[in-house]
């Protein structure tokens, strides 16, 4: 039986976030991403160390991903930045998912997508070293976020329209499971449901974004939680 007979018609159409979301990415990945990051600046752009690190901060910050900066200022190519920045030796020996949530994710009803800014490579290794590839119906990666030829990854509204469109999803029975709020903001404008995922925030050396506290709920966050097994009962009641 496939995962869409298994969900019934009233069942939410769940697309979740990857890393700080479904695994401790602030523990495992990000410290060495961000070196990744600015060493790579460091070589094709020949900036100081320091001028390449705020570099990288302040097109994400401007941006939402630093590559997009890189691509629209400087002329770098996504495909090698991704290949270049992502490789991570030995990066599944550091992948952790507590079991109590993996077993919540197989067991959560309806139909599930991963919706990453992250590459299909580095998306594909880290399902796999947490046993999670089977559970999701769809993966969609940065490479998939082009919008008439430019790069549109979270938060871009236009991005998330296109992948609705593409997969027949239904806006208002979407709910996007995020860390990050500016992408819950985008979906919610777009109808979707959305659920702030608050468990690795504490740690993530990018936030949480300035300025929000963690036991605050902005108007465009349906829910707050810190264990996936909490979407049990939430999503009992988002039926419709």
Known sequence: MSMSERSGPQDPIWL????????????????????SMTDYIVQHLSLPHEEADRLRMHYWRRYGATLLGLEKHHGIRAAHFLAQTHTLPDLEAHLHMPKVDRAALQRLPGRKFLLTNAPADYAKRVLTALDLASCFEGVITIEG??????????????????????????????????????????????????????????HNPHGPEPGVPLHGRPSWVCVRIKKLRALHSWARTARR
């Open 16 to 35: 979740f976030d990857l890393d700080n979301t479904l695994h401790d990415a602030s523990q495992a990945v990000f410290g060495r991403l961000n070196r």
């Open 145 to 202: 976020m082009r919008v008439f030829g430019d790069l549109r990854p979270k938060p871009d509204a236009r991005m998330l329209r296109v992948v609705l469109a593409r997969h027949k999803l239904p806006a208002h029975r979407c709910v996007l499971v995020e860390d990050t709020l500016a992408n819950l903001q985008s979906a919610r404008s777009l109808g979707l449901r959305t659920v702030w995922m608050q468990h690795y925030l504490r």
